[in-house]
């Protein structure tokens, strides 16, 4: 099983300011990596898939790099809607399919 | 644009069987384009994918939970559902259907299914 590291766990930020979440696999996911937002009770939405495509509707504001192992989230300026949970999750290792254990953004 | 619903119960007993079915709408299960996954979430925690099931029935599944879960298609009724066996509290979980296509790009909104007697 691949396993995804998420780091950091909580990040506290202010509106309007860049945050850079990061998602380290246990191995080698190609650039098969998607990131998820999630609020509280909603399901997760996908914000990024393959490493760095923006799903449909998605704010310029959210861009995804990395490939292989180190992947980041950057989120270049904070609206007060970003601050939620965030997970990656790997598509490489079909069906076999990890999330990460999330990085809570919380408003500083 | 493509549209999950869960339903089913939302208490089950311990050692009984859990079953959801997610029905489609705005899309078909019967589209060779994607495939049909079901994912969980227990309460204050991550998530964790279950399996997955293309149009033709062929299944895919965590091996954590292969020994009790089952997964079908119902391509006239535009839904597939999830049985999971032999439930325990460690089960008790938010359960979502969603649509993989490189990452799950659709969601239902999700159902809480509590294990308690």
Redesign the interface.
Same mark, same amino acid.
């Given at each position: 099983e691949i396993v995804l590291t998420q780091s950091p766990a909580t990040l506290s930020l202010s509106p309007g300011e860049r945050a850079t979440l990061s998602c380290r696999a246990s191995q080698s996911v190609s650039s098969?990596l998607?990131w998820?937002q999630q609020r509280p009770g909603?399901? #997760?939405?996908?914000l990024?898939?393959?490493a760095s495509d923006r799903?449909?509707g998605i704010p310029a504001r959210f861009s995804g790099s990395g490939s292989g192992t180190d992947f980041t989230l950057t989120i270049s300026s904070l609206e007060p809607e970003d601050f939620a949970l965030y997970?990656c999750?790997q598509?490489s290792d079909? #069906?076999?399919?990890?999330?990460?254990?999330?990085t809570r953004l919380e408003i500083k | 644009q493509v549209q999950l619903q869960e339903s089913g119960p939302g208490l089950v007993k311990p050692s009984e069987t859990l079953f959801l079915t997610c029905t489609v709408s705005g899309g078909s299960v019967s589209s060779s384009s994607y495939y049909w996954g079901w994912i969980r979430q227990p309460p204050g925690k991550?998530?964790?994918?279950i399996?997955?099931i293309y149009y033709d029935g062929s299944t895919?599944?965590?091996?954590s939970l292969k020994s009790r879960v089952t997964i079908s298609v119902d391509t006239s009724e535009n839904q597939f559902s999830l049985r999971l066996n032999s439930v325990t509290a460690a089960d008790t979980a938010v359960y979502?259907c969603?649509r993989?296509?490189?990452?799950?790009?659709s969601?239902?909104?999700?159902a809480l299914v509590t294990v308690s007697s």
């Open positions: 098969y998607a998820y909603q399901a #997760p939405r996908l990024i898939y393959d799903a449909t997970y999750q598509h079909w #069906p076999r399919y990890t999330f990460g254990q999330g | 991550g998530l964790e994918c399996g997955f895919h599944y965590n091996p979502y969603a993989d296509d490189r990452g799950f790009d969601w239902g909104q999700g």
